[in-house]
């Protein structure tokens, strides 16, 4: 996977489940989107889920 595909992958993910009109590359998520530590840790979940393919340890044992 490219760095373009990662980008765009991200852009995605903002866009569809942020509902980020434009988000951009270079975009500061707090100050142009109003993004806060929980929205990052929802992109992070995200992230893994998306492109890594897998779940951290730790989100698996909150589930249980």
């Known amino acids: ?3 373009d595909d990662i980008t765009g ?5 903002l866009t569809e489940d942020f509902e980020f009109e434009t988000p951009g590359p270079d975009d500061n998520l707090r100050d142009d989107h ?14 893994e889920l998306t ?4 779940s951290s340890p730790a989100r698996k044992k909150k589930r249980r």
Not at 9 to 13: F, Q, R
């Open 1 to 3: 996977m490219t760095r």
């Open 51 to 54: 492109i890594l393919g897998f």
């Open 9 to 13: 992958k991200i852009l995605a993910i």
């Open 34 to 47: 109003g993004f806060d530590s929980i929205d990052a840790i929802e992109l992070l979940g995200k992230i």
